[in-house]
């Protein structure tokens, strides 16, 4: 029999976390920092929309695009939110989670052999999603010392002739690190002058601790040149819904329609319809999640500074990216030696891509009794290093 | 009061056994600091109290509570206030509270027994100048106490790893 497997599937490495997965499948007292989502369960408030539009008989498919009432929801939140613009009639997309746009958005921009500038460390979808479309990733560092930030500098020096694409995620998973209007400014020249498309992941942007969120799509350069990409799955705690969208000008917001149209069809109904009250009424208790997630990072990052584990106030997302440099191991050994004597998961750096190299990502989307218990267990594993 | 005293107030709510230190950190602040708002939030009333929420139901022993509504005659120049706080030196009556509607106040009461509660009622109660009709509403049941659910929640589980 023929290797029926596509070449493109074939070319994409296996992710390095899978033995991870096997060694924690053993263990029953694991404290697991792996985990990027939110430790709450979907405010009750949505859940009980989603049950009464269920028993309302709400059960087929939607629009392509979504239910209208979410498309103005969106359109309502951004605005106010954000100071970003998309006309809900033609530059709205809800998709199956951000993962959904993300792809739609991919295969609407990349053609084969197309360059695509990925802010690197990066969500590990994006890498294997450019791929499958014959896109080329080109990872664009983004450091330590600019606190993880994309920067002019780097974006130039990354360039190719081949480029057309940027791909970046900002407030950033694994890093934390977050884009101000003025970094998205000092970005947009680099991105105009070579005539590229933006697209920017902005699902965590709520997750943004100190000053205001930012988008990229609130500056005029960028906006007719952006696929901005978001969801409720953070800010709302509804990862399980699969709910996300995209905004883009209409000819483009069209041609992600296209494929949605052929591949999706619609996203979740009874979560489109969840979603449409966290918009309504889910403030209150998103306020309450992001205000216990930053006392949660402000107590594990100085504990993990105060064992010894070198690591920047992330000022966005959930996850803490501390330096192991201080220990002499690299980023996977140290990853499997904590998980193996002191049960606790966090996820290699390297794993994000190479400038994630020599960190590890803990989400402290977990409560404040796991991350203490988990700041010891790492303190003695440190001491057994010496 | 400040962001941060709020936030330390919060914190407390929560879990009024959080150290100074683990405090300090959450708010960013150091923990002398914490220790000094929190003396001054004692200090003007603004946290009244440490205590413990107590599903005494799974003690066994247990007690009886119920929800006592009154009509009160308001004096002239003190309103509801002199009966309100008479009514709340009862070491019985766990809270009074003033309300619209039907009635005026409204009272939480326990005991040990029904008969204790209908005899204060009976006895103490009633027999107050200016109490002119009450209700006595026993509670069966408590499901949700100061933002406590008091039944188990088997809520869904996460996998180990995601991205």
């Known amino acids: 029999m023929r290797d029926f497997r596509s070449e493109r599937v074939k070319n994409i490495p296996p992710s390095g976390i899978r033995k991870f997965f096997d060694i924690a499948a053993e263990m029953d007292d694991i404290i697991s920092l792996g985990v990027g989502e939110p430790d709450f369960t979907t405010p009750w408030i949505v859940r009980e929309r989603a049950i009464q539009s269920i028993e309302a008989g709400k059960t087929s498919y939607t629009s392509n695009k979504g239910i209208q009432e979410l498309c103005e929801g969106i359109e309502d939140y951004l605005k106010s939110r954000f100071g970003v613009s998309y006309n809900a009639s033609d530059e709205i997309i809800v998709t199956a989670g ?130 901005l990409i978001s969801g409720f799955s953070k800010a709302y705690a509804m990862t399980g819904w699969r709910i996300g969208y995209l905004c883009a000008p209409p000819s483009l917001c069209d041609a992600a329609l296209k494929i949605q149209q052929y591949v999706m069809l619609s996203a979740p109904t009874a ?53 192991v440099a201080s220990t002499g191991l690299t980023d996977e050994d140290f990853a499997e030696g904590l998980l193996r004597d002191q049960h606790v998961a966090v996820v290699p750096g390297s794993v994000f891509g190479p400038s994630g190299a020599g960190h590890l990502r803990c989400a402290y989307a977990v409560s404040r009794d796991d991350l203490r218990t988990a700041l010891e267990r790492i303190e003695v594993f440190i001491s057994s290093l010496k | 009061m400040d962001e941060k005293d709020g936030l330390i107030l919060k914190i407390l709510e929560d879990n009024c056994k959080t150290s100074e230190q683990e405090i300090a950190d959450m708010v960013d602040l150091d923990a002398t600091e914490v220790a000094e708002r929190i003396a001054v939030l004692e ?76 005899g204060f009622v009976a006895e103490h109660v009633a027999a107050i100048e200016g109490i002119k009709e009450t209700g006595t509403i026993l509670i069966m049941k408590t499901y949700k106490e100061n933002g406590q659910m008091y039944f188990d929640r088997k809520e869904g589980e996460r996998l180990p790893y995601s991205f």
């Not at chain 1, 449409?276 to 100085?302: P, T």
């Open chain 1, 271 to 323: 979560g489109q319809h969840a979603a449409v009250e966290a918009l309504k009424n889910g403030a209150e208790a998103r306020d309450e999640m992001i205000s216990e997630y930053m006392m949660r990072r402000n107590l594990f990052v100085k504990g993990l500074n105060r064992i010894g584990l070198e690591c920047h106030m992330p000022n966005g997302a959930f996850y803490a990216f501390p330096s």
């Open chain 1, 98 to 227: 951000a993962s959904g746009a993300l792809d739609i958005a991919i295969r609407s921009v990349v053609n084969p052999g197309d360059d695509v500038l990925v802010a690197d460390p990066a969500y590990v979808a994006y890498a294997p999603g450019v791929m499958l479309s014959g896109g080329n990733p080109v990872y664009v560092p983004c450091c330590s010392k600019d606190r993880f930030k994309l920067t002019p500098d780097a974006l130039m020096e990354s360039l190719t002739p081949k480029s057309k694409v940027v791909l970046c995620n900002f407030p950033n998973n694994p890093s934390g690190g977050v884009m101000t209007k003025e970094d998205y400014k000092a970005i947009a020249d680099v991105i105009v002058d070579h005539d590229l498309v933006l697209i920017s992941d902005e699902i965590y942007s709520e997750l943004t601790y100190e000053g205001e969120p930012a988008s990229a799509a609130s500056l005029p350069e960028l906006r007719d040149r952006t696929i």
């Open chain 2, 43 to 118: 200090k003007r009333g603004i946290i009244r109290k440490y205590t413990a929420v107590i599903d005494w139901d799974r003690t066994g022993g247990g007690q009886v509570a119920a929800i006592l509504e009154l009509k009160v005659t308001p004096e002239r120049g003190f309103g509801f206030d002199r009966v309100a706080e008479r009514l709340a030196r009862f070491r019985q009556v766990r809270s009074v509270r003033l309300i619209s509607g039907v009635y005026d106040l409204e009272l939480l009461v326990i005991g040990t027994t029904i008969h204790d509660i209908t």
